[in-house]
């Protein structure tokens, strides 16, 4: 039932502490007050808006009650420590990234699986020995300083490379020789959703920066007007170079990538979280002239792949919403001039890259991947011969090259590292993740098709132990996303190994808002048809449970970032269906998530609060706004972290204030806080392993007591 309210029937709330509706769990104050905002002629309460001032000696306190008050739950867990002990073992193996190439030097990052953070190393060839060049691992005691992304320059000399602090998306970029090792006194500061990308005569980089925000506000202060600079090498930040801002356009972003022939910068002009762009490009070889607008308008997806001359090569899903390619001869741009290189196919497009004589075309069919090689020349098209279904990621090449790298996987196939020699279809494996008391051919993974709430097929992979019972007292992990066209593809994760040995199933629904089908299945998935994600993960749980797989009471739904908002929302809609819930870094407040941070770029997928059609959309799922008092909502763990300027962690500290004062049966509502991590990505090693023992572990007790 959603919580809005006519303007004419609204009674004033009084300001008082919260208090669980006589559930005989005693949970740490959470401060109530009688915020009320007007939406449209819709009165909402927000009685815990205070939760939002993150740094206020009231929010400190709350967070530390709060984490005590979890800690005295989880520590009396066994399964924690259960988990904890096989995620031990399973991570004490080393893991390597594919490797990339430029000139005549190889990088990769490597991990002996004891460090905290991997360490990139370099060589002169694959099987020669290699020589560190970043350890992240001695930037702090605990590993939470990180390195966020690197970039070689043109002659291989130099790397430009990112540190985050505690998981912040904040980025200060250093400069290192790769042949001393010695960092340059170049420090660049307020970079934000960037690269660095390399002018070919070595003498520096582009990338973008929000301005310095206020002190105190790092983590919540909206970031707007990114600027485009170009950094000079040896110079300080305040000399940069302004390449391009639009202050009259305070939500467009930019990526930038210089033409391998050193003739043209290219805008791809974002605007928020939109997958559709804008293209403008500017002449490197002349001084002083302006950026030309090739594409003005936001019609579609382009990604520049390359050029031959003034002939530019994109992807593109206008008019193709499963992907093609393109060119566009920049003298001669308007769209009947257009030509098609690869036609649109029944399978998603989701990946391209130029190689010397080839354009390498990577499919997604049904969720597993399919690479394709076009001849430059004649376009005559050839399937590589790799026929392991599951996920090629992480592809690496250069255009003076036929020979490409990539990696493979799926659910229960650790990952694998392959080269591939696209002249004579060669392929050669360089690397193979051994896990430490694991054979796959003991596991089984397969995909199966379920209807949703409308009809529409949903693909969904489920994976277990071979030799457990599946019955319905299995142990049943539902993960989902939905959301973005991000596409949830078949990974080997730790996480998900310990559950199954555990004795538990894995079932990972790709749910409608992805990109597994192209722009049409996540356009089915975003705005006013977000409901349909919902529905679709709904029917998931219905269809495990019909099929005798699990039931609702040893059924734990897992989701991170949009992930946690499909959590949330589907916990409050079906309470009845899931034995536990596990919101992870959840935009959990509908209402109020484009007011922090990059919250506002998200608005392309939800729609926007301040729209009155969008308003009357968001508050009928909102996790925050449609918590019923006096409802029994299963065990639920919160998960978030004080430093995530992403999903800003009032977020969760709402829902979960809420949530408690709402809960009237002996089902835990807890959080768990994490004092110096982010939204995820840089999370050393420690404590992603503590971090799934705890929810699992949690999780895990609770499925077992029903």
Sequence with gaps: MTKYYPLLLFISLFICPSSS????????????????????GYLIKDPYRDLENLDSADTKLWIRNQNIFSQSFLKQINQQQEFKQILENIFDKESQSIPFRKKTKYF?????????????????????????????NVLSKDG???????SISPNAELIAYSISDGGSDWKT??????????????????????????????????????????????????????????????????????????????????????TEDGSYLLLSVSEGTDERNRIFYKDLRTENNSFIELIPELIGQFIFLGNIGSEFLFFTDFKAPK???????????????WKTLVAEADDALTRVELLDNYILCQY????????????????????????????????????????????????????????????????????????????????????????????????????????????????????????????????????????????????????????EYGEEWHRQGMLDNKQNVFDDFIAAAEYLHGEKLSRPGRTVIEGRSNGGLLVGATMLQRPDLFGVALPGVGVMDMLRFNKFTIGWAWESDYGSPEDKQGFETLVQ???????????????????????????????????????????????????????????????PRDKTINYISDVYGFAFHYLLQN
């Design 21 to 40: 509706l006589g559930n005989g769990i005693d949970y740490p104050l959470s401060n109530k007050s009688s915020v009320v905002d007007d939406y449209h």
């Design 108 to 136: 990769s990052w490597y991990n002996n699986g004891s460090w905290q953070q991997s360490k990139l190393f370099y060589s002169n060839n694959l099987n020669s020995i290699k020589t560190l060049l970043l350890d992240p």
């Design 144 to 150: 939470t300083i990180s390195i966020g992304s690197v």
């Design 173 to 258: 970029w250093k400069i290192r020789n790769i042949d001393t090792k010695k960092d340059l006194p170049d420090t660049i500061k307020w970079s934000k959703f960037s690269g660095a990308e390399w002018a070919k005569d070595n003498s520096g980089f582009y990338y973008s920066r929000y301005s310095e925000p206020k002190t105190g506000d790092e983590y919540e202060e909206l970031n707007r007007n990114q600027t485009l600079f170009f950094h000079s090498i040896g110079e300080s930040q305040s000399n940069d170079k302004l390449i391009y801002e639009r202050p009259d356009k305070p939500e467009w972003g930019w990526g930038t990538t210089v």
């Design 323 to 337: 992907g093609t390619i393109i060119s566009i001869n920049i003298n001669n741009p308007q769209k009947t001039n």
């Design 364 to 515: 997604l069919k049904d969720v597993s991947s399919e690479i394709l090689l076009f001849n430059k020349k004649t376009f005559s098209k050839k399937k590589i011969s790799f026929d392991k279904k599951g996920i090629i990621s992480g592809i690496t090449t250069t255009q003076d090259s036929d020979v490409f790298y990539f990696s493979f996987t799926n659910y229960i196939q650790p990952n694998e590292i392959y080269q591939y020699n696209a002249t004579n279809d060669r392929i050669n494996l360089l690397w193979k993740k051994q896990v430490p008391d694991y054979k796959p051919a003991d596991y089984l993974s397969k995909q199966l098709f379920y209807p949703s709430k409308d009809g529409t097929l949903i693909p969904m992979y489920i994976s277990y132990k071979k030799d457990i019972n599946l019955d319905h007292n299995t142990p049943l992990l539902l993960y989902g996303y939905g959301g973005f066209d991000i596409s949830i593809l078949p990974n080997f994760r730790e996480r998900y190994l310990a559950w199954m040995k555990m004795g538990g199933m894995v079932a990972v629904p790709n749910l409608r808002g992805g990109g």
């Design 621 to 683: 799922y909102s996790p925050y706004h449609n918590i019923e008092m006096g409802e029994c909502y299963p065990p639920t763990l919160v998960t978030t972290s004080e430093l995530d300027d992403r999903v800003v962690p009032s977020h969760s500290y709402k829902f979960t204030a809420r949530l408690q004062e709402a809960q009237n049966c002996q089902n835990p509502i807890l959080i768990r806080i994490e004092t110096r991590a982010g939204h995820g990505a840089g999370t």
